[in-house]
């Protein structure tokens, strides 16, 4: 790993800490104002209603329950469950997205025909089409959590066509032309020249579908009834928000993080595949 990659990794760590820096000031400033001047709107700056990021991360590191284990393991254990159901949907929404883009770069008819069903299917409400996944899965006797996956897969699959899309078309004119001059096969125009262009255009697509994922998959696992997932953990604890709002708090935190480490992955995988073709054109 070479010293300009240590650099990139220690300002991205940095802008990270300074944001959670900011954030954490904005929201204990906004307390302290608000609670000296007297005012309540736009919320309350209770600790019922916002309480004190301290009190919200000394929480991960109390019992979940009497004797059980810690807070942060028991949402660890879901994160990790809410994961594989944002990570097989991710695969298989990007798999179709990319299936659909190439299409679309081949047929011109392909694309007018069905470009618009793309484009209006991400029209409908996510919560609508769960509860309809969900029934139909079950009839089908499918799995719970790969219905969920189903459902992170819709939200996976429309920006990797987009950019996708876009991506194959901005190879240069003159290039394409030059390797058919060279009697390659559409394939090999596909693979080694279309492809390979397109690879910033299709990571910024993964990026933006792997924070998806996540939000389908806890979305999901609400309608669907399954038990262990985040999404179930904050329908439960925002039913217990009077109570104990810095558990919904905590478990917000703790999908936040899943998202981020998902999206980081999907970076550091950008981030080696452009290193290693650096290193082939060298």
């Known amino acids: 790993m070479g010293t300009g990659t240590n650099r990139r990794y220690a300002r991205t760590g940095l802008s990270v800490a300074a944001l959670i820096v900011a954030a954490i000031v904005l929201w204990e400033g906004y307390k302290v104002i608000w609670s000296g001047m007297g005012w309540d709107w736009p919320v309350r700056p209770d600790n019922r209603t916002m309480p004190h990021t301290w009190d919200i991360v000394f929480t991960l590191f109390q019992p979940a329950q009497r004797n059980g284990p810690l807070f942060i393991l028991v949402e ?140 389908g998959a806890i979305v999901g696992e609400l309608p669907a009834g399954f038990r262990g997932g985040l999404g179930r953990d904050l329908l439960q604890f925002s039913q217990q928000f009077t109570a104990a709002p810095q558990k919904l708090f905590a478990a917000v935190l703790m999908a936040g993080l899943t998202g981020m480490f998902f999206v980081g992955m999907v970076t550091l995988a950008e981030h080696r595949w452009v290193g290693a073709t650096r290193r082939q054109t060298r």
Do not use: C, H
């Open 76 to 215: 660890a254990r879901a994160a990790l469950l809410t994961l594989r159901e944002a990570f097989v949907g991710f695969v298989f929404g990007g798999a179709i997205g990319f299936g659909l883009g190439v299409a679309f770069v081949r047929s011109r008819t392909a694309e007018r025909a069905f470009m618009p069903y793309v484009v209006a299917s991400q029209t409908v409400p996510i919560l609508a089409i769960a509860p309809m996944v969900v029934v139909w899965g079950g009839r089908l006797d499918v799995p719970q959590w790969l219905t969920v996956s189903i459902i992170a897969a819709y939200l996976t699959f429309f920006p990797v066509v987009i950019n996708t899309l876009r991506g194959l078309r901005s190879t240069q004119a003159t290039a394409i032309e030059l390797m058919k001059s060279y009697a390659s096969s559409q394939r090999d125009v596909l693979w080694k020249l279309q492809v390979p262009t397109a690879m910033p255009y299709i990571f910024t697509a993964l990026k933006v579908s792997a924070a998806a994922s996540v939000i």
